[in-house]
Structure formats: C-alpha cells, structure tokens
C-alpha cells in the first residue's frame, strides 16, 4: 500500500537525519516494511545502497570531515569524498555540536575576497571558475550571490542577464525551432547550456529536450485507465508481467510462450513501441520489456506491486465500466479457457482478486460461482465455469473486445461450433439462446479486419 505523501516525508526525514534503517522506522512507527519502501520509491526518494550506513571513520577522518565542512565544502560533497552516505556526515556533525546551515546560507568560514568575487563575476565567468580562481566551492559562490541577490544561475555579462537583448538570441531560436537539444546549441554556439535554457524559457518556448530512447515508448500509458485496450492490458500485466525496481532500473515486462506471439505484438503496439521481442530459446519464450520509472510508477499507484504473485489486490482505481476487459486480460494471463467435451473457463490468483472478480461477474451477468483455494498452494484460489456457463462467460468477454488472444479463442470457438452442430439437441432454450449468441459474436469477430490477419497465422 503506497503511504500518504505526508508520511512517506516523515519516514524519509528520520531515514536521512538520523540514519536510521527501514526496519526500524517501520517498528517506531508502526507500518510495514514494504509500505515504507514502496512509497520511497513511488514518491522518488532514492534509499540507501546496502552497507552504505555502516562505513566508520576514525578520529582523523571524522576530523577531515569537519574542516572540509567549514571550508565551505557542501554534506553531499563530503559523503561522496569519503565514500559515505549523507546521514553518517549529519551524524558526525550531530555528535560534535556542529549544527548544519540552511540551503542558501552564507557560509563565514569560507576565506576569500568579497570584492574580487564580484568582480570576477561581473567579468562573466561561471560559479565554478570564480570558485577555482578563488579556491573555495562553486557552493559558497552562489551561495554569497544569493545573499547579494544576484543571479547564481547565469553569472554572465549584462547581456547575458537580459537573454533577449543576448546577441545569440536570434540564433538559438532558429536552432530551437530547428529541433535542436539544448546541449547541441550549447555546443553548436560555444555558449553556456543555462543561458541557452534561460533565452528559450524567456521567449516563450517551451522545454522539449530530446529522449536519450533507443526505441519509442508511451510512458503515460498507465496513467489514466480510460479504454479498453488499456483496462485488458491492465489485466494481463497484473497477472502475468512484472513491475520491478533493480540495479537503478525502473522495468516492465511480459514473458510468454512464443506460440502467443500475437498478445505481446498487441502490447507493443497500444504501448506505440517498436521495441523488438526477446526470445529464449531454453525455455521457448519471448519477452517484451520496457524500462521506465513513469510507467512503472503508474502500475504501483493502480497496485502492481513487486514481488505480487500472493499479495496482488484488485485494482480499486479502475473503473467498473472497464471489469469485463480487465478480466478478460486476467484470463489471458493467469486464466483459462479449455475446449474439448466441457468448455472449462477460469482464473487462478489471490483470493482478493478471485473474491473482487466474483462480486462483479455476478453483478454483470447473473452468475455466480464458488471460490476454491488452489490445492499446491494455501494462499492462491480459484474459480471456474464450465459448459454453458463458460460459454456465457466467454461472450461478455469477447462481446465488444479490441483484442482476442487466438490459442484461447479456438478452443471457444471449437465448443460453441460443435454444440451448434447439434443445437436441436440442446436440452433447454436457455442453452440454445447462448449458443445462438456465441455464434453471433464469433460471426462478428471473423467479420472485422483487425482479427481476420490474426486468425489466419
């Protein structure tokens, strides 16, 4: 469960300040461990590498850490100077009475001349090299033209300051418009990246740096659930994707046995991907991935949690005008449809989903069924509709869909054509009635172009 913002900070605070591990401040708080971490990482708080936090220092080295501080050096320079992470710095000071200074405050440490500052920064140069001409941090230098109130962005000459009396101005739009990065002007013009940023913002333009993407990808796909395509993709990543954070990657995938082809093609193209499958050979799979934090972090906030397999919950953010597509891609993933003498149709998951699934099916069409625990597992259930009640089950699915996965679509299709044959024999006009409208639907499936390419490979 994602935390609120408010309390992921106060979990983030006492993490940083006081150094103090996840586990702990889930027993002083009293939440979860994986509440804790999944909304660090929801909210873009990065934690801690493993041992980082337990690197000491001896007396010599915490004494460095000080003087370096009180030359002006910044907390985050320090921690990476001495290979640490940032609350073993705070600590340091914390023990010896040294009370860190505010983001923006002048530190008085710092040795330098005031007016020579100025002066070099009035002659155009950059925060860093008036820092090295004076041998003090780029830090102190802006943070002495913050008091002053001057601009610690752009220490430029005056023209630089107002970008559109710039005499690059001109230029740097025609490249702009040109489509052009910000870093190609930059060097293209041999001028600064900020300024280049600065003259854009200030002429009404808006931000468009390129993507360092190899291949193309809607990373807002997830972020509103407002279409079938996106509801039954919902359901299949749900059931049979991952959503996973490792080694500073943000990951999407699907892995599927390569005779279904056919469902991942689909994602890629609702995703407006073109990026190639991954095909293992030992175990006759292929994989679609995709690597993005905007994407992965939509799936989080609808409850695609890592690892899910026994914890997953139904979505309660999507709407119940799109249940029966999400089903259906539940049923693509973690589901079944078998056809021969009995259609079995059913899904296998977390007795929340099962239990969510149930209410709605019965909701929808009328049916209803029991729920089984699955009998190699405690915690994983089950529910199934066979003969005629999967084949109900199967036209609210198919009725209106954008996409039919073929291998489970068959054996559909094979049952109904094979109780058509026999229709007069059917013992009710109940049953007639829903093979009467499987067929119908079967009918308008094979009648539409999108599925005709489909079902002839």
Known sequence: MILSKEKTIECWNIYQKEGISIEKIAKILDVKFNDIFQSCRFYGYKLRKSGEINKVLDINEENDVITKYKSGISVNKISKIFNIDRSVVLRIFKECGIQQMPIGTFNTTSNYNEDTLIKLYN?????????????????????????????????????????????????????????????????????????????????????????????????????????????????????????????????????????????????????????????????????LKVNSQIMSNSLLNLGCTCPKSLTLEYPSKLEDKYFKHFLHGCIIGDGFICGGNNLLVGFSGTKNMCEEMMKRIKNYTNMENSIQPESNCDTLFRFVFSGFEGVRLCNHLFQDATFIMKRKYLKYKEFVLNKYKEIDKLRTANQKEIILEAIKIINKIEAEPRFIELLKN
């Open 123 to 287: 002659s155009g140069l950059s925060n860093s090299k008036i820092a090295k001409e004076l041998g003090i941090t780029p830090g102190v230098v802006g943070r002495f033209l913050e008091r002053k109130g001057l601009d610690i962005n752009f220490p430029q000459p005056e023209t630089a300051r107002n970008p559109k009396k710039h005499p690059l101005t001109e230029r740097i739009i025609e490249l702009f418009l040109l489509d052009y990065s910000y870093a190609e002007i930059s060097r293209t013009l041999k001028t600064n990246h900020c300024l280049v940023s600065r003259i854009i913002k200030k002429n009404g333009f808006l931000y468009k740096e390129k993507s360092n993407r190899k291949y193309t990808i809607n990373e807002l796909f997830f972020n509103e659930i407002d279409s079938i395509d996106k509801a039954l993709i919902l359901g299949i990543i749900f059931t049979d994707g991952c959503n996973s954070y490792n080694n500073g990657k943000y990951i999407v995938s699907v892995e599927l046995k390569s005779e279904d082809k056919d469902v991942l093609d689909y994602i890629n193209k609702c995703f407006n991907s073109n990026r190639p499958l991954r095909y293992r050979e030992d175990k006759d799979t292929l994989t």
